[in-house]
């Protein structure tokens, strides 16, 4: 069968040089089922296109690799986020990243630098779940001047509710993998999010922390947008 294959292309990956072009943002490399090898040959053909890359799940094994070829390469072990470049240097607007609790740090830093990788500006705050609520209180001024808020949170998934309630902007909800045996494995928190009572919450899958930034940076420039025109 014939195919149009490409010079740039690998036998195992096509890379989507004109993604940015089309989405305003560059494809992103999922390694987790990839080997060391594929993760590495593509995030290598994508330099070679000048592109920036951002890599999730990637292991220590692959980030050790990615810097004998890009030393300037970044890896965060806890989010387990590569990167080369970025999309803009400078962030603009605000995006919050809030973490229900110190386990949920992982989820909430790869939402965090994923929206610092598309071009925004993120303030993380941690440890700021329900069961100490006054905590939240603490931080609510910070949070409110965000023009989105991403609430990371485990157990009953609660807290992007109370923000919801509490704040003028959208909220996405990431439920995290945190939690006791009824827990199981975040469906409680990704179903006490998906029912809340709270208006304006939208909720991504289980542990995505990269969609969560990824949408919270598209909503971002939105707002970017909209006071740019109205400036005009």
């Known amino acids: 069968m014939e195919n ?14 004109g993604r940015e072009e089309r989405t305003g943002c560059p ?18 053909k994508m330099r070679e296109a000048k592109l920036p890359v951002l890599a999730t799940k990637a292991d220590a094994v692959l980030a050790e690799r990615v810097r004998q070829h890009f030393p300037g390469a970044s ?16 962030g603009q607007g605000l995006v919050a990243v809030v973490a229900a609790g110190t386990s949920d740090l992982p989820v909430a830093r790869e939402a965090a630098l994923t929206a610092e990788f598309l071009g925004s500006r993120v303030e993380l705050i941690a440890d700021v779940g329900v069961a100490g609520i006054h905590r939240l209180y603490r931080r609510l001024e910070d949070i409110r001047r965000a023009r989105v808020v991403v609430a990371a949170a485990g157990m009953e998934g609660a807290l992007a509710g109370v923000i919801a309630g509490l704040v003028s902007v959208p ?3 990431v439920p995290t993998s945190v939690g006791y045996g009824a827990a199981f494995g975040g469906l409680a928190a990704l179903l006490g999010m998906l029912c809340s009572c709270s208006p304006g919450i ?18 971002n420039n939105l707002a970017l947008k909209g006071e740019v025109c109205c400036s005009q």
């Open 4 to 17: 149009s294959y490409q010079p740039g292309d690998l036998d195992f990956a096509v890379i989507d040089e």
């Open 75 to 90: 890896y965060d072990p806890l989010s387990r986020l590569l990167s080369i470049g970025r999309l803009r240097e400078e």
């Open 202 to 219: 939208s909720v991504v899958n289980i542990d995505n922390g990269f969609g969560a930034g990824y949408q919270a940076n598209l909503i």
């Open 171 to 173: 909220v996405i909800a």
């Open 27 to 44: 494809e992103v490399v999922y390694c987790a089922g990839k080997t060391t090898e594929q993760a590495l040959a593509i995030i290598v």
